[in-house]
């Protein structure tokens, strides 16, 4: 007996839940095949504020958990999506059109990524942190902390593991995330938001959009509650239209030259500086 399929309804990932876009709007994807795969829902600015308000309410709570409790969480994405594996290859496979074998190869790679970063939460301090030599008696420390409200353009390709290697950093830190996924491959984007609802993140700390990065880039910049912002998966120009834009509030933007790096977890933190007296 024949059935109809229920097929996939890709929406954005917003406070820990999976709204439509407030405008309505979607817009079409085709696979590599040029055939249709879905209307995933087109973001418009509401939705970025939503996604800001969610992910500020989010980052005190996600800053101040201890670092070793940040890695068991992003160590738990991993184990999460080690059992989706198959799905997230099939999406890549029929976006990207490539074969099962490299798109597998791209799954374990973005899984290897949460693991080599959930290692990083709690040694960050070693390498970055120092007690400083003052002349006085007083005891200087300075510490890395998180910056706030991220935003980040994942890469186009590859799809997975592009998102995967900007994200990742970012709330390994200890900040919270709007992610503007790729507007042409966005499908792992959004599996990887359903992967994130039960991994024991709390709700707010990664907050997953699709749509226009042409439309939403100017907000982002902006946004007078965005922090910083990688630029991973704008064009040249677009990044420097962003750069504009975001001068008047002095946002940390980047663009990374290595793929997996402390460096992409220390861009997007300060440093915190305490006096402490010796003595009475």
């Excluded at 992003?74 to 989706?84: C, N, S, T, W």
């Excluded at 970012?170 to 992610?179: D, F, K």
């Amino acid at each position: 007996m024949s059935r109809i399929d229920v097929n996939k309804t890709y929406k954005l990932f917003i406070g820990g839940a999976f709204p439509r876009s407030e405008s309505g709007r979607v817009y079409e994807i085709k696979g590599a095949n040029k055939k249709f795969i879905a209307n995933p829902a087109q973001a418009s600015r509401k939705d970025l504020r939503d996604a800001v308000v969610a992910a500020k309410s989010a980052v005190s709570g996600w800053a101040n958990a201890t670092a070793f409790n940040r890695g068991q969480i992003l160590y738990r994405i991993a184990e999460i999506m080690q059992g989706r594996s198959e799905q997230f290859a099939d999406e890549i496979c029929l976006l990207e059109g490539v074969s099962n074998k490299v798109a597998k190869l791209q799954v374990d790679e973005a899984i290897d990524t949460w693991v080599w970063y959930s290692g990083w939460c709690d040694k960050l301090f070693s390498i970055s942190g120092s007690q400083n030599q003052v002349s006085g008696p007083f005891y200087n420390f300075t510490t890395p902390e998180a910056l706030g409200v991220v935003a980040v353009f994942a890469e186009s390709k590859p799809s997975l593991l592009g998102v995967v290697r900007t994200l990742a950093p970012v709330i390994a830190a200890g900040n919270s995330a709007v992610v503007i996924a790729s507007e042409s491959y966005p499908l792992s984007a959004i599996t990887l938001g359903e992967v994130l609802a039960t991994s024991d993140l709390p709700a707010g700390v990664v907050n997953i959009l699709t749509g226009k990065s042409s439309e939403l880039a100017p907000w982002v910049g902006s946004h007078m509650e965005i922090d910083g912002v990688d630029v991973a998966g704008l064009s040249k120009k677009q990044e420097e239209e962003l750069k504009l834009v975001g001068a008047d509030n002095l946002k940390r933007i980047h663009r990374f030259a290595t793929a997996n790096s402390p460096e992409r977890i220390l861009s997007f933190m300060e440093h915190k500086t305490i006096w402490h007296p010796i003595g009475i």
